[in-house]
């Protein structure tokens, strides 16, 4: 696998990797035509493991290779990834700002104009402004291949992406449950509880043009793929897991999540 992917440019390695991870998005949505719902307990564990698997993801396979890369850095090498890492976090603030979408668990929206949204449309938004970040990140780090044509570091951007894919099945799931439970038909939720995911494909590609056509900015733009896929970990993911009970279930799958995708990184990348 790793050899046929050498042998492609580096657009085509991030869409492959992210068309993975939105299938994988559309495995957990399918999860609506086998069952009539899904517990809260259940929901909460598989995001606290989604949420283990970006923390993990964000530091061996982004923050740490931007480090690397900024070792000629006159300020410092902890500067890039100091600015890129803040700056992430703001990008996805802004949007999260003014993007209308809703919060699981919560009956609250966010963002302009919210009064005219429905709520199935508030949390299709929500995952979609959830998927942005890391079809960034899958972008960014095979454009940073691309640029060193090293092997260890496109085998680190395939870890990542099978990290990302193994973290989108819960949130498929996520999207689809809910919207069935308000009246939608089981092809409808899984269709957009599938749909949520397909910004990390044209993000993925966003992210290997921006590396490709700026190669100083590279440890910038690893370090941003990281703070913003913190940002949504702290601001979405783990509070979401925390408003329903069985807090204590979905912390040890946080923290099992963050063991497997260090041992994924750390193993292959």
């Not at 269709?191 to 590279?218: D, H, Q, T, Y």
């Not at 703070?227 to 925390?242: D, L, R």
């Amino acid at each position: 696998m790793l050899d046929y992917l050498m042998t492609l440019d580096p657009w085509q390695q991030a869409l492959i990797a992210t068309l993975f991870t939105w299938t994988m998005t559309g495995l957990g949505a399918a999860v609506v035509f086998l069952t009539k719902g899904v517990s809260e307990n259940f929901l909460n564990i598989t995001l606290g493991f989604a949420g283990g698997i970006m923390v993990a993801a964000s530091f061996w396979s982004l923050l740490s290779p931007a480090i690397d890369a900024s070792a000629d850095n006159p300020i410092g090498e902890w500067f890039p990834a100091l600015i890129g890492f803040l700056g992430g976090a703001l990008f996805i603030y802004f949007f999260d700002k003014i993007i209308p979408h809703r919060h699981r668990g919560e009956h609250t929206a966010e963002g302009l104009t919210v009064a005219s949204s429905r709520r199935s449309t508030l949390l299709v938004t929500s995952l979609t402004l959830h998927n942005i970040p890391e079809g960034l990140s899958i972008g960014i780090l095979f454009g940073a291949a691309g640029l060193s044509q090293d092997p260890v570091m496109i085998a680190s951007a395939l870890t990542l992406a099978v990290g990302i894919g193994l973290q989108n099945i819960p949130e498929g799931t996520a999207v689809s449950m809910p919207l069935r439970a308000e009246g939608a038909s089981k092809f409808r939720a899984f269709f957009w509880g599938w749909m949520s995911a397909i910004v990390e494909p044209m993000a993925a590609l966003v992210g290997v043009l921006l590396v490709a056509s700026m190669e100083p900015v590279l440890p910038y733009a690893l370090a941003a793929g990281a703070g913003a896929m913190i940002f949504v970990v702290v601001e979405e993911v783990i509070p979401s897991t925390q408003k329903n009970g069985h807090s204590d279930a979905a912390v040890f799958a946080f923290l099992f999540g963050f063991s497997v995708m260090m041992v994924l990184d750390v193993a292959l990348g």
